[in-house]
């Protein structure tokens, strides 16, 4: 079974840019949360999505969005890029978000704002 | 809220001796408790996982790690260190509100031959 996916891999964008990451779950998983993991905050939770809805979100502010497709895979979208919003952006999968579950994480995407 | 300390943010061990990365818990509740492991320029992968089952759970590569409710720890041992054995640590829990995890600020292993 292939694993998460994870699209692109790197990104180089200025500040005042947007950007649009996506995201592959495993096959037959219907959660999919994203992480943002920066050397000062460590892992961070962004928000997480299941059956094309919103369960619950992080505390980030507005210019962090996301989305969910009826097959699962998922976009998020930062607005108005700064140069804080560089970071590696983890999303994670599993079958339906319950705490007990295993989350399957992707390699990530590194986003550098200049 | 669920939350978890790791106690040490850098570990230093000699290949072949046992290694233990010490984490605290806090939660109003049982917890669903996680060790993750990445290594540099790769994804988080799950190391083990406690949900209530047994207290003593075994994971991958060797390690393994005790859910102790009275002293509301969840420590990560390993007999023997492989120099393989270096990366980042993270003792996670998952958030009572659901549907996310609470990642400790990691512990760093660095296995010395």
């Known amino acids: 079974k292939a694993g998460v996916t994870q699209t692109p891999r790197y990104l180089i964008k200025t500040r005042g840019q947007q950007v649009t990451l996506s995201c592959s779950p495993i096959s037959g998983h219907r959660s999919v949360s994203w992480y943002q993991q920066t050397p000062g905050q460590g892992l961070q939770f962004l928000f997480e999505?299941?059956?094309?809805?919103?369960?619950n979100k992080g505390n980030f502010p507005g210019r962090f969005s996301g989305r969910q497709f009826s097959n699962s895979r998922s976009e998020m979208n930062v607005s108005t890029l700064e140069l804080g919003d560089s970071a590696l952006y983890l999303c994670a999968s599993s079958l339906r978000g319950a705490p007990e579950e295993t989350q399957y994480f992707g390699p990530g995407t590194r986003l550098l704002v200049l | 809220a669920q939350s978890v300390t790791q106690l040490d943010s850098h570990v230093s061990v000699s290949e072949g001796t046992p290694v233990l990365l010490r984490c605290n818990y806090s939660s109003s509740y049982s917890p669903s408790l996680f060790w993750y492991v990445q290594h540099p320029n790769k994804g988080l992968q799950l190391l083990l996982k406690y949900t209530s089952a047994a207290t003593l759970v075994k994971g991958i590569n060797g390690f393994e790690a005790e859910f102790k409710k009275s002293e509301t720890s969840f420590h990560l041992t390993k007999p023997s260190a492989h120099m393989s054995d270096a990366a980042e640590y993270f003792c996670?829990?998952?958030?009572?509100?659901?549907?996310?995890?609470?990642f400790g600020k990691g512990t760093s292993l660095l296995v010395t031959p």
């Open positions: 999505y299941f059956s094309e809805t919103q369960r």
């Open positions: 996670v829990v998952s958030a009572n509100s659901g549907y996310a995890l609470n």
